[in-house]
């Protein structure tokens, strides 16, 4: 039995942070599409072989994220993900939500599934080799209206749910709320969204038992809305971004991780330094670092085109990146 709070810290040791490589088959696939790359059960593991089948990730990758496709998938050489990156001391993660669907009640908000039989799945995880998992939330931002305070406790009290499940099944749970980037809100208002969603999903891990010193926050940066014609300075989402996580993370939660959200890579490299300059001149609690996808992934994708030829220049786009956002934690 591993010990979950030395999973949890090693997940953010100094200097390395975690692939989100989980986007779910169809998501992958639009993914591929978007990039004007064939989709399929093939094209999906080739992906995945693209970007974690590289020499060197695990100098700054402490975890990679999969999804229960790429959990049982192999690489060219026939070696099962989770064991090519368990070869390289990177930890194996599995996402195990379900997905989404409109909440009951309030249509236009969405509720994560996947609670149903959820302990007889992490059971199976952990047997093929994952050590953590995540669970996505999705709150969407429509001026004053949205999110409903029911969406935030709703999806609060499946993440709390989760998360105990996952701690009594050997494993690290990562809760992630993510405050969506669509929307014409400011950067104010997306800082009081993460604060209330992240206050609910303390309040009700509190009611549900969960070890809190034992588990990894997932959240979006505080950032104006990708409809409000607002690009904020770095040094504003750095300020913006802590504060929420000053309200309404306790001190002794091991670490928070950021998802990329849509943003540029440049843009996700750049409020990442921002914020974590911040946070070592504020003296701010937790270890922070990246949880990333698109960010890490578009040069990549846009460099391999779906063609064997082209992985040499993917893997080197790829890794080109994942050096700047590494750097970007101690710059
Ligand atoms: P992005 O970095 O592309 O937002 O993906 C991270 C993630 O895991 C979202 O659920």
């Known amino acids: 039995m591993y010990d979950l709070h030395e999973t949890a810290r090693a997940l953010v040791a100094p200097g390395k942070g975690i692939l989100a490589e989980d986007e779910s088959p169809r998501t992958a696939d639009a993914r591929l599409a978007e990039h004007g ?5 093939e094209m999906r593991r080739k992906y995945r072989e693209v970007f974690l089948d590289v020499p060197g990730i695990e100098a700054s990758l402490a975890g990679v994220i999969l999804c229960e496709e790429t959990l049982g998938q192999a690489a060219d050489d026939g070696t ?35 609670l149903i039989g959820l302990d007889e799945r992490l059971a199976s995880f952990r047997a093929a080799g994952a050590r953590f998992t995540k669970w996505r939330a999705v709150m969407r931002i429509e001026g004053d209206r949205l999110p409903t305070a029911r969406a935030l406790v709703e ?49 009700a891990m509190a009611d549900q038992a969960v070890d809190r010193t034992a588990l990894l926050v997932k959240t979006s940066m505080a950032l104006s809305g990708s409809g409000s014609s607002r690009t904020d300075a770095p040094d504003e989402v750095a300020e913006s971004t802590l504060d929420a996580l000053k309200a309404s993370v306790p001190a002794d939660v091991p670490g928070i991780v950021f998802l990329s959200g849509g943003q540029t890579p440049e843009q996700a490299t750049e409020n990442l330094a921002a914020i974590t300059r ?19 992934h578009s040069e990549g994708m846009d460099a391999w085109k779906g063609k064997d030829e082209n992985i040499p220049a993917a893997r080197a786009a790829f890794l080109a990146r994942l050096s700047r956002v590494t750097a970007a934690l101690t710059a």
């Not at 790359?37 to 059960?41: E, K, L, M």
């Not at 809760?175 to 993460?194: K, M, N, T, Y």
């Open 155 to 203: 999806n609060a009290k499946r993440l709390a749910s989760y998360a105990h499940l996952v701690q009594q099944a050997g494993m690290v749970p990562i809760l992630e709320p993510e405050v969506l980037l669509d929307g014409s809100h400011s950067r104010l208002r997306a800082q009081e969204v993460i604060d209330a969603a992240l206050h609910a999903v303390f309040a």
């Open 278 to 296: 911040r946070a070592r001149e504020a003296g701010a609690p937790w270890p922070l670092t990246f949880s990333y996808e698109r960010a890490l």
């Open 37 to 41: 790359i064939a989709t399929g059960t």
């Open 80 to 114: 099962l993900f989770p064991e090519l990156l368990a070869r390289k001391g990177i930890l194996p993660g599995i996402k195990v939500d379900a997905g989404t669907e409109p909440l009951d009640g309030s249509p236009d908000e969405l509720i994560t599934k996947g």
